[in-house]
């Protein structure tokens, strides 16, 4: 059954880490124990204000405020409790004691409500983005002939669901038509020039048997914006059907890499083009030029959030290298290796995002 909208969704439980549990452990031994040196230790002195951590702590575990709530009446029937063990202590003290178990009790209390809030409107948001991004990068089919296509596309932060980064596959009266490109700008104007970008190429990729002339077209669609500091690098690709060879179009964009028989080489093109929305700054006009992609080989397009990724000491990773330690030629395997790889290389996460597209040209 659909979910009504404006209902407040359910929160996922709340995830510790192993650290995190130990710590919290061994926080509630350290009240128990305080608790029980106070009634050890005679009736003229008292450990009670301690209790107020209670509250405290078990915020950590949960996003409900009545959890709180209860560990605060817990708190403070121990204070009274504990005045009644201790006498001979000033009942100025134990009032303090009560008094903070409450004031901690509360704000605890507020603070699990506000949580709870943030992270239900941080749900709704994600929501929003994923069906932007639904709208935006829509599925790529897993084959179109004899092509088997791949994508996966990483995200750098963690909250983050849709970027710059661009992909497309299309039939086409022409043959199999890709893009992958890659918005040198942020926030929303990037997502708006990922989506003129992908609106003008389903447009042009069907109607021009030119696939320089597809790339020009992306070029004045981005010149006709308003004045901007954003520019897209991009890969265009024609994968003709049955006869005929590959062409590509490389506008500014990191070079494709070529899988086959074991090793990787890279397929550069013969003439350096702008990257769009700056083909007006040079004489060059965007033309297309030969793929040397056949039978059997596995092609991988990517954004510069795999060639400029960095190890702690501040190395590129390899891509090359670590392409052909791989040796796996089904496209989704090819990638979901190649991402627990490149993880690992860089352990404190990725800095920009990431798009992964692997074709493979079936015999």
Request: glycine letters at 8%; a neutral charge.
């Amino acid at each position: 059954m659909a979910a009504v909208s404006g209902m407040k969704q359910p929160l996922p439980p709340v995830v510790l880490s192993r650290r995190t549990r130990g710590s919290l452990a061994a926080a509630y031994l350290l009240v128990a124990a305080a608790v029980v040196a106070d009634l050890v230790t005679g009736t003229r002195s008292t450990l009670s204000p301690v209790l107020a951590a209670l509250p405290v702590l078990a915020v950590t575990g949960t996003r409900r405020p009545l959890v709180p709530l209860l560990c605060g009446a817990l708190s403070l029937a121990g204070v009274v409790l504990l005045a009644f063990a201790n006498p001979g202590v000033p009942v100025i003290v134990h009032a303090t004691a009560g008094a903070t178990v409450l004031a901690v009790t509360f704000t605890s209390t507020a603070a699990v409500g506000l949580v709870a809030t943030r992270e239900r409107e941080l749900a709704q948001v994600r929501s929003v983005s994923e069906a932007a991004q639904r709208a935006l990068l829509r599925p790529v089919p897993a084959r179109i002939g004899s092509l088997s296509i791949a994508v996966r596309y990483l995200a750098a932060e963690a909250e983050a669901r849709i970027g710059g980064d661009l992909y497309e596959v299309l039939s086409t009266p022409y043959g199999t038509r890709v893009i992958l490109g890659d918005v040198r700008g942020k926030g929303l104007q990037a997502v708006e020039t990922a989506a003129d970008v992908l609106g003008t190429f389903r447009d042009a990729a069907r109607a021009e048997p030119d696939l320089g002339q597809v790339a020009a077209h992306l070029d004045a669609a981005l010149g006709r914006r308003p004045a901007t500091e954003e520019f897209v690098t991009a890969v265009l690709l024609n994968l003709p059907e049955s006869s005929g060879s590959a062409r590509m179009v490389n506008c500014g964009h990191p070079d494709p890499l070529l899988l086959r028989r074991g090793g990787a080489v890279w397929a550069g093109p013969e003439v350096r083009l702008p990257p769009l929305a700056m083909g007006s700054l040079v004489d060059e006009r965007y033309r297309d030029c030969a793929l040397d992609f056949g039978r059997g080989d596995v092609l991988l397009l990517y954004t510069d959030g795999v060639s400029e990724a960095r190890d702690p000491a501040g190395r590129f990773y390899p891509l090359a290298e670590r392409l052909e330690r791989i040796r796996v030629q089904d496209p989704g395997p090819l990638l979901d290796r190649l991402i627990a790889d490149l993880t690992g290389y860089v352990p404190n996460g990725l800095t920009d995002d990431t798009a992964l597209l692997a074709l493979r040209w079936d015999s």
